[in-house]
């Protein structure tokens, strides 16, 4: 599966029980299809003691939602769109907002 969403990028989820929520992006995991969020899709997770861990309990932690139910979300024109590519005169490539244009990042 093809993704233009890389480390650091800033997101929108569009589907899913954290619609709305905006965050940045931690990993990119393209052969499972998956993106992990900061603050995005929070899971409960029971732990038994163990000699690590003498307490055990239920910890909150962050899984990967799916690529395809998060946009990206432009600063500029604040709001979520498509990343578009293109090659600039000098060689360089480069990822830009469909919507208005600004460039997000230079490869």
Known sequence: MKCRLRKGDFVQVVKGKDRGKKG???QVL???GRI???GINFV????RPKAIDRQGGITQM????SIAN???FCMKCTKRTV???KTLQDGSK????KKCNEIAEVR
């Not at 962050?62 to 939602?65: G, L, N």
């Open 44 to 47: 409960r997770k029971h732990s």
């Open 30 to 32: 393209p052969e499972k």
């Open 94 to 97: 480069v990822r830009y907002c």
């Open 70 to 72: 998060v946009m990206y």
């Open 24 to 26: 940045r992006v931690i």
């Open 36 to 38: 992990l969020v900061e």
């Open 83 to 85: 990343l578009k590519g």
């Open 62 to 65: 962050e899984k990967p939602v």
